[in-house]
């Protein structure tokens, strides 16, 4: 009895004290991705759920303002008429009416251009250009002196989006602006989407800076202060501060797009499929994990289609490039597999023949060919017929007007085995096919958004190599 008396005081006094825990109110607005403020309910997101975190564990209850305007959420602080702000840059002039107490590394300041403006990777290319910044976002500290030495002349726009549309029509020829915030704004506004880009400079800041919570100083609750600033400490040591913006800085992190077409059996991308499917995709894939960008898919696109956007910077990255002279000028290519380009195709009943008895071979006009080979072939005086595609050389050696056709094995392989007719008819000729071997590379621009990460990528993709997870051709005992 006794025993059960005193548990019921203990949950009483429980309830008691927990009820004597202050109100402590949160300012925030719609900051997508950290703390999403729908129309309806309460505010959600990775922000969120450490702010619930870090009020338990100082023992106060967490309320939520309604969706106010970052500014107006500072004056508010400032008038001691709200408790609390997050993700902060410092400022001396802040810091004179609120308690800043750094949690996280800021998120970068990046560059903004429109997509038909070539890229920008050094300073110097700033001098003459009229650069936009937000007035009342706080800067990094050594941004001012970078512009006084490089920029022609800096804007002060009054938001974000009126920056942004300011670039769009070309009224000024670049943005900096806070990268999570304005990756936000052009994914999800239509009239920037695909039209602005980020450029590659990274600015050479000497130190990072954090984002801040802040108290404010005029908060009936200010006395909280070295509670919030020990649990905030706490929970940076144990880990949870990363733990809760890892999907965060994952989004953060550059999207690169892989142009291709359906390719079997390497990458299957049927109409209807939302994304692409087999081996080469799931190559792709660890390739960005590695790397650390996300790989997004364009639709699918013939390679010949997918080559020219590359050139003219409208995709990324594309896969099974063959090296020529010409592409080196617009290119970077990193190898990571044999191509077998010249690979020989014959009718089944030739194959026991070999190229002795080869007189005429069909070869592709789109596909890509060692410059010497036409001279090679007709010093054996083999005549050449071309065709549009690999239908018409299939039909071309069946129907025994050509007695070979010369192109890239895993395409007319597929082909072959794809058509019944074909199928038992014509076959690879037994021939030293990696003695003909070209490389297969990855391509990015030269001038592209991320050519930066060029670098990374190919060391990534050699290691991927030596583990050998970038073969696609079957070796002589799987064959």
């Not at 592409?327 to 077998?340: C, V």
């Not at 065709?387 to 007319?412: C, Q, R, W």
């Not at 096919?433 to 958004?449: E, H, K, V, Y």
């Amino acid at each position: 009895m006794m025993r059960t008396l005193v548990l019921s005081l203990y949950l009483l006094l429980s309830c008691c004290i927990k009820a004597e825990q202050p109100n402590v109110q949160w300012c925030l607005d719609n900051y997508p991705n950290r703390h999403n403020y729908p129309e309806q309910g309460e505010p959600y997101g990775p922000t969120v759920d450490f702010m619930q975190e870090l009020a338990k564990r100082a023992e106060f209850n967490l309320t939520f303002s309604p969706n106010t305007p970052f500014a107006r959420c500072l004056k508010l602080m400032q008038e001691g008429k709200t408790d609390l702000m997050t993700s902060l840059n410092y400022s001396d002039e802040r810091n004179s009416f609120m308690h800043l107490i750094p949690y996280d590394h800021a998120r970068a300041e990046r560059l903004y251009i429109h997509h038909q403006h070539k890229d920008i990777i050094d300073m110097a290319e700033l001098s003459n250009m009229t650069v936009g910044i937000i007035r009342g976002y706080i800067y990094n500290a050594e941004l001012p002196n970078l512009l006084i030495n490089h920029s022609k002349n800096v804007v002060e726009v009054d938001t974000e989006e009126s920056a942004m549309a300011m670039l769009l029509y070309q009224r000024l020829d670049a943005v900096i602006a806070p990268m999570l915030t304005a990756e936000n704004l052009i994914n999800n506004h239509p009239r920037f989407k695909d039209k602005l880009k980020a450029a590659s400079l990274t600015f050479p800041f000497n130190k990072n800076t954090h984002v801040n919570i802040a108290l404010s100083r005029n908060s009936p609750h200010a006395r909280l202060l070295e509670r919030i600033q020990h649990e905030i400490l706490q929970m940076e040591q144990q880990g949870l501060i990363k733990h809760y913006y890892k999907n965060v800085r994952q989004m953060n992190q550059p999207v690169l797009q892989w142009c291709l077409d359906h390719l079997p059996p390497r990458h299957i991308y049927q109409p209807g499929m939302t994304e692409p499917t087999g081996p080469m995709v799931t190559m792709m894939r660890e390739l960005a994990k590695r790397s650390g960008f996300e790989l997004s898919f364009s639709v699918p696109t013939p390679a010949k289609r997918c080559l020219q956007q590359l050139i003219e910077g409208k995709t990324d990255i594309v896969t099974g490039v063959v090296d020529t002279s010409e592409r080196q000028q617009h290119l970077l290519m990193a190898p990571f597999d044999i191509a077998r380009t010249e690979s020989w195709f014959v009718r089944k009943s030739q194959q026991p023949k070999g190229e002795s008895a080869i007189h005429t071979v069909a070869l592709l006009k789109d596909k890509p060919y060692r410059s010497t080979l036409t001279a090679e072939l007709a010093q054996k005086n083999i005549r050449l017929l071309f065709v549009n595609n690999a239908e018409h050389a299939m039909t071309s050696l069946f129907l025994e007007e050509v007695d070979a056709i010369i192109g890239p094995e895993h395409v007319i392989s597929h082909a072959i085995a794809s058509q019944l007719r074909f199928k038992n008819s014509l076959v690879l000729l037994n021939t030293p096919a990696d003695t003909r071997a070209q490389s297969a590379n990855l391509a990015m621009s030269r001038t592209g958004t991320h050519a930066l990460l060029f670098d990374t990528i190919s060391s990534e993709l050699t290691r991927m190599m030596t583990d050998g997870k970038t073969r696609f051709y079957s070796t002589p005992a799987q064959q």
